[in-house]
C-alpha cells in the first residue's frame, strides 16, 4: 500500500513538472512582449528587426490602459488615445491586431519594451532595402489586410486597406504621417483608426 502511494506521489510530481515545463515553453522568453502580456515573433529584414504581426495590445507597457471605442461618434470626437477592432469585433484581434487612433499609434510606450512605433526613416530604409531583396523578404514582413476605422467612427466596408502610423512628428494638428503597404509614407487624420507594426531599438 506505501509503495502504491508513493507511486502515485512521483507520478503527480512527474506531471507537474511536465506541465510547468509545457507552460515556460509557451512563454518563449526573450520574445517582445506587450503591456497585455501577447508575446510576437520577429524577424530580421536587412538591418532592421521587426514584429512579424500587428500589435493587438489594449495597455501601454507601463500598465496604463487605452480607451476602447465602440460607439462611432466618441470616435470622431475623442483626441486621446483609443483603441477598437475592426468592425468592433474581438474575433478579429488575433488576425488583424487592433486598429489605434494617432493619439496612440505614435506613441511608443504603445509597443513592447526595446522596441518602437517606426518612423519614417525606418520605413523608408525597410522599403529601400526591399527593392533589391528576394521576394521572400517581403513576404517576412507578412502584410496583412486590416481595414481602418475612418474619422467618422465607421468602418471600411472589408479588410482591405494597409496602413500603420508613424511616430515621427505630424505636420499639422490634424494630420499625422501613415505609411501604406507601399511603405510610402502621407499625412492623414489623426482620428483614424489604423494598425501599428513595430520596430526593435538600435
Known amino acids: 500500500m506505501k509503495k502504491l502511494i508513493n507511486s502515485k506521489f512521483m507520478l503527480l510530481i ?10 515556460e ?3 518563449k522568453p526573450g ?30 507597457n507601463n500598465g496604463d490602459a487605452v480607451r476602447l ?21 474581438p474575433g478579429y484581434k488575433d488576425i488583424y491586431g487592433a486598429l489605434y487612433n494617432w493619439y496612440a499609434g505614435h506613441n511608443d510606450l504603445l509597443c513592447p519594451v526595446g522596441y518602437h512605433v517606426p518612423t519614417i526613416e ?8 526591399l527593392i533589391d531583396a528576394p521576394e521572400t523578404a517581403r513576404e517576412s514582413f507578412k502584410i496583412i489586410q486590416t481595414g481602418e476605422r475612418y474619422s467618422q467612427g465607421y468602418f471600411s466596408d472589408g479588410p482591405y486597406a ?36 513595430c520596430i526593435k531599438d538600435n
Open 14 to 23: 512527474i506531471l507537474n513538472l511536465v506541465f510547468i515545463n509545457s507552460c
Open 25 to 27: 515553453k509557451d512563454k
Open 31 to 60: 520574445l517582445p512582449t506587450d503591456g497585455d502580456g501577447n508575446v510576437y515573433d520577429t524577424v530580421v529584414i536587412g538591418t532592421q528587426v521587426w514584429l512579424t504581426e500587428n500589435l493587438k495590445t489594449t495597455k501601454f
Open 69 to 89: 471605442i465602440t460607439d462611432d461618434t466618441e470616435w470622431s470626437e475623442y483626441i486621446r488615445p483609443a483603441y477598437c477592432w475592426y468592425d468592433n469585433d
Open 122 to 129: 525606418d520605413w523608408t530604409t525597410l522599403a529601400d532595402y
Open 162 to 197: 494597409i496602413n500603420w502610423w508613424c511616430s515621427s512628428p505630424p505636420n499639422s494638428d490634424k494630420y499625422g504621417p501613415r505609411a501604406n503597404a507601399g511603405f510610402q509614407i502621407g499625412y492623414l487624420p489623426k482620428k483614424l483608426g489604423y494598425s501599428v507594426r
